[in-house]
């Protein structure tokens, strides 16, 4: 079983910056996909990066530029350096790990969120 919590939002100004947290608990299997997603007020929950074991990362056209995600496998954690915040950026980030627990068997596991507000 893994747990995933996140740290680090909180308010900022439009073009300023913001690191988010993720810290996993428990056993990681080698074949892993991490990434950040992020819901906002009255809307579905969408990806903005992932980052694969193997440190391959995707991002969201909306983040592309502006957005860094990285894994630090030793400490356990992820990150996601946002840079130049924009007010559509404010919503809800969540940790997500898929883990391939066996072959074709994978299992999704979830933050509990942290609050991002860009804004005046």
């Known amino acids: 079983q893994v747990q995933l919590v996140e740290s680090g939002g909180g308010l900022v100004q439009p073009g300023g910056s913001l690191a988010l947290s993720c810290a996993a608990s428990?056993?990681?299997?080698?074949?892993?996909?991490m990434g950040w997603y992020r819901q906002a007020r009255g809307n579905q929950r969408l990806l903005v990066a992932t980052?694969?074991?193997?440190?391959?990362?995707n991002y969201a056209d909306s983040v592309n530029g502006r957005f860094t995600i990285s894994r630090d496998d030793v400490k356990n954690t992820m990150l996601l350096q946002m840079n130049n915040l924009k007010p559509e950026d404010t919503a809800v980030y969540y940790c997500?790990?898929?883990?391939?627990?066996?072959?074709?068997?994978?299992?999704?596991?979830w933050g509990q969120g942290t609050q991002v507000t860009v804004s005046t």
């Open positions: 980052i694969t074991s193997d440190n391959i990362t």
């Open positions: 428990g056993t990681i299997h080698t074949t892993n996909r």
């Open positions: 997500n790990l898929n883990d391939l627990i066996d072959t074709n068997k994978w299992f999704s596991y």
